[in-house]
C-alpha cells in the first residue's frame, strides 16, 4: 500500500480575477516519492508550491496533505508536515546564528531544550554543514545559506519537503552537494525547478506544467528525453542528454 | 565601502560583539537589563547641580568597559552621532540661569553651566549604559529579558523584528546602490531626479522580503511569541554581578 500524502483535485488559481495561473491541476503524490516539477519561467510552478503550504489562498478545487484539506482553520497541522525551503536562501535565515535559525521551528513547537539541540545537530549532519553550527550566517557563501536553510526545515522533521528552484545560483560543486543531500533523504520531495540536469538526478517522477496545466505527469526519463515534448514547452533537453558531439 | 555597506557592518559587528565568549556576555541577560535601567535611573536622579555626585557614577561604564574587554575607542566611533545631540540637551541652561555660584581661577562659574555640565554628563553616561548592555548581550536575549518582565510579546516581537529588517533593508539598499554606481559611474551619489524612483523601489523590495521572512517564520510554526532559547536559571555568579552593583550604586548616590 502507498499512503497518499498530497492530493490535489482540480484546483484552479488566479492572482488576478481574469486569468487562471492554474488550470484545473489534478494530481496525487505518494511518500517516498520525488517528484519534479518543471516548466519554464513564469508558469506557475513556485505558485503551485505556495499553494500547498497556505500561502497561497482563496483556490478553486481541493488540496489536501495526508487527507486534511489545506484551509485556514487546518494550517497549524498541515504546515508542521510540511517543510518549504524558499527560493532565496536569505528569506529562509533570518536569525543572526545558523544554530538559532535551525532551533526557531523546534523551540517554536514547544520541544524541550535538550531535543532541540539533538535535532539541529542531525539536521547539520544531514546536510555535512557541522562545521557551520555556531557561524554567523551573514558570513556565509551562497552554497552554505541553502544547504542551512534546508536544515531549518529538517529539524522539523516534515513528512514532505517542497523546495523551490533549489539549485539556482549555485556552483557546480555546490550543486552536486545538494544533489547528493537531496537523494538522502527521505520524504516525499516536490522539486520545482528549470535546471534538468538536476531533476533528472534527483527525481524519478517528473511533472511538466505549461500553460497553467499538467500537460504531462510520469517517469522522469521518459519525460527528459523527449526533446519534441520539453522543446514545445519553452523548455530544452538536460544537458547531459544533449550528447557531446565528437 | 559606502556607507551603507558600513553600516551594515556596525550591525553584524554589534552582533558579534554581542556573542563573544566572554564572561560579562554570559552574565543573564535580565539582570544586565536591571542593571543598566538601575544604572540609568540612579543617574538621572541626582540633583541639576550635583556634578561631583552624577560624575562619580562613572564608575560604572568604565568598570565595565574594563572588564567586558570592550574598545572604548570603537564605542565612541560608533556612538559619534548620538553623543553631539545628547550634549545639546541643556546647551541653553546658561543663558536662563545666570546666578554665580562658584568661582574657579577667578572664573564666575554660574549655576546654569553647572546644569548644564551635569544634564550632559546625565545624557553621555545614559548612551554608554545603553551601548554597554547592547554590546554585551544579543538583542534575542535582550528581547528574552523584556519578555521574563512580562512586556507584551507583540512589543517585543516588534523591536526583534524591527531589528531584523532594518539590517534587510540595508542589504536590499545597498545591493541598489551597487547597480545604481556601476551604470552611472560618473555621478557622485545619486542624482535627485533618480531618488523617488529609487526609494520607491527600495520601499516595496523591502517590503516583498520583510514578506517572505514573515511567511518563512509562519510555515515552522511561529505563532506570535518569539521561541527564546530557555535560559531560566540565574546562577549564583549572575546574583553576586547584580548584589555588587547594587551596593555601589546605593553608596555612591546615599552614603558618599
Ligand atoms: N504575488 C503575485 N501577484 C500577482 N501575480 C503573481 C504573483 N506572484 C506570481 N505572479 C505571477 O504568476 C505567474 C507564475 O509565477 P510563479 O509561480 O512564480 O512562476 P514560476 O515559479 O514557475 O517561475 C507569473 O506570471 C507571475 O507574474
Ligand atoms: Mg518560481
Known amino acids: 500500500m502507498n499512503p497518499i500524502q498530497i492530493s490535489m483535485e482540480h484546483v484552479t488559481y488566479s492572482y488576478e480575477k481574469s486569468c487562471p495561473i492554474l488550470k484545473d491541476i489534478t494530481f496525487k503524490a505518494n511518500k517516498h516519492e520525488c517528484i519534479g516539477l518543471i516548466g519554464a519561467n513564469g508558469v506557475g510552478k513556485s505558485t503551485l508550491l505556495k499553494l500547498m503550504v497556505g500561502l497561497n489562498t482563496g483556490y478553486e478545487g481541493q488540496i489536501c496533505i495526508e487527507g486534511i484539506p489545506v484551509v485556514k482553520e487546518n494550517f497549524p497541522k498541515t504546515r508542521e508536515k510540511i517543510g518549504y525551503v524558499f527560493q532565496d536562501a536569505d528569506s529562509q535565515l533570518f536569525m543572526s546564528r545558523v544554530y538559532d535559525d535551525l532551533a526557531f521551528a523546534p523551540r517554536n513547537y514547544k520541544l524541550p531544550e535538550p531535543e532541540v539541540e539533538k535535532r539541529v545537530r542531525k539536521a547539520l549532519e544531514m546536510v555535512h554543514i557541522e562545521h557551520l553550527k555556531d557561524k554567523q550566517i551573514y ?25 523551490d528552484e533549489p539549485s539556482i545560483a549555485l556552483d557546480p560543486k555546490n550543486r552536486r552537494t545538494l544533489i547528493h543531500v537531496l537523494n538522502q533523504l527521505n520524504p516525499l ?36 528525453s523527449d526533446r519534441e515534448l520539453l522543446e514545445a514547452h519553452g523548455l530544452e533537453l538536460p544537458l547531459c542528454m544533449q550528447g557531446i558531439p565528437d | 565601502m559606502s556607507k551603507l555597506d558600513n553600516a551594515l557592518c556596525e550591525i553584524y559587528h554589534m552582533d558579534e560583539i554581542a556573542e563573544r565568549e566572554q564572561w560579562l556576555n554570559h552574565i543573564h541577560s535580565l539582570i544586565k537589563l536591571v542593571i543598566t535601567v538601575c544604572f540609568i535611573t540612579v543617574t538621572v536622579s541626582f540633583s541639576k547641580y550635583d556634578l561631583a555626585g552624577v560624575l562619580r557614577m562613572g564608575v560604572y561604564p568604565i568598570v ?31 543663558f536662563f540661569d545666570r546666578q554665580p555660584i562658584m568661582e574657579i581661577g577667578g572664573i564666575m562659574v554660574t549655576a546654569g553651566v553647572v546644569s548644564m555640565l551635569t544634564l550632559m554628563v546625565k545624557g553621555i553616561y545614559s548612551v554608554f549604559a545603553s551601548y554597554l548592555l547592547i554590546a554585551t548581550t544579543s538583542i534575542e536575549k535582550i528581547c528574552y529579558a523584556l519578555r521574563l518582565l512580562h512586556v507584551p510579546a507583540v512589543i517585543v516581537t516588534q523591536i526583534l523584528l524591527a531589528y531584523r529588517y532594518i539590517s534587510l533593508l540595508l542589504e536590499e539598499a545597498s545591493r541598489m546602490m551597487q547597480a545604481y554606481s556601476l551604470r552611472a559611474p560618473n555621478q557622485k551619489g545619486v542624482h535627485f531626479k533618480v531618488w523617488g524612483s529609487l526609494v520607491g523601489q ?34 549564583v555568579r549572575d546574583c553576586v554581578y547584580l548584589g555588587v552593583w547594587f551596593v555601589i550604586f546605593f553608596c555612591l548616590r546615599v552614603m558618599i
Not at chain 1, 558570513?139 to 523546495?163: C, F, H, N, Q
Not at chain 2, 516583498?208 to 540565574?234: H, I, T, W
Request: net charge positive.
Open chain 1, 139 to 163: 558570513k556565509m557563501s551562497g552554497g552554505e545559506k541553502k544547504l542551512a536553510s534546508i536544515a531549518t526545515i529538517l529539524t522539523m522533521m516534515p513528512d514532505v519537503i517542497l523546495l
Open chain 1, 189 to 224: 520531495k516536490i522539486i520545482a525547478s528549470h535546471d534538468l540536469d538536476m531533476i533528472l538526478d534527483t527525481c524519478s517522477r517528473v511533472i511538466l506544467l505549461s500553460d497553467g496545466k499538467i500537460i504531462r505527469d510520469g517517469d522522469g526519463k521518459e519525460i527528459l
Open chain 2, 64 to 94: 565595565v568597559f574594563i572588564f567586558g574587554e570592550l574598545s572604548f575607542r570603537s564605542a565612541l566611533k560608533r556612538l559619534k552621532v548620538i553623543l553631539p545631540v545628547v550634549c545639546l540637551i541643556g546647551v541653553f541652561n546658561p
Open chain 2, 202 to 235: 527600495l520601499l516595496l523590495k523591502s517590503i516583498d522580503r520583510a514578506n517572505e521572512v514573515y511567511e518563512s517564520m509562519l510555515l515552522r510554526g511561529y505563532q506570535g511569541e518569539f521561541p527564546y532559547a530557555a535560559k531560566g536559571f540565574f546562577r
